[in-house]
């Protein structure tokens, strides 16, 4: 894996870790991350009326990219990425962690899932 990525992942880990613990003394809740990284095709622009312009994005690979990161939750990791990233991503795969193939709502097939150590 690019060691930039995985240096800014467990930056983000580190950081969400410790805002929680500031938060847990000050008796607010934690904040919960999950992050999917996924490589695709989207659309992307703004969207709207000249009163309400929003500014987004769109395509099959958002919809993937949305149920990967819900299947963080179920697989209780709170980083996954999709096969298409690791193809694009080169040298990644042998720090990788198969967890599997998993059926995406909206996906036509299952998809192959990896996670990382950090």
């Known amino acids: 894996m690019n060691p930039r990525l995985a240096e800014a992942l467990e930056q983000i880990l580190a950081r969400i870790e410790a805002l ?3 938060e847990s003394v ?7 991350l999950d992050i999917a990284l996924h490589a695709g095709e989207v659309t992307y622009g703004n969207i709207g009326t000249a009163d309400r ?9 958002v919809n993937e990219a949305a149920r990967l990161e819900g299947l963080c939750k179920q697989l209780g990791k709170p980083i996954l990425i999709s096969k298409s990233f690791v193809g694009a ?23 192959e899932v990896f996670t990382i150590y950090i």
């Open 53 to 61: 312009l929003d500014f987004t994005v769109i395509g099959p690979a």
């Open 26 to 32: 000050a008796g607010n809740p934690a904040l919960s």
């Open 20 to 22: 929680n613990g500031t």
């Open 89 to 111: 991503a080169q040298g990644m795969r042998e720090q990788l962690l198969p967890v599997g193939r998993h059926p995406l709502r909206g996906v036509r097939e299952a998809q």
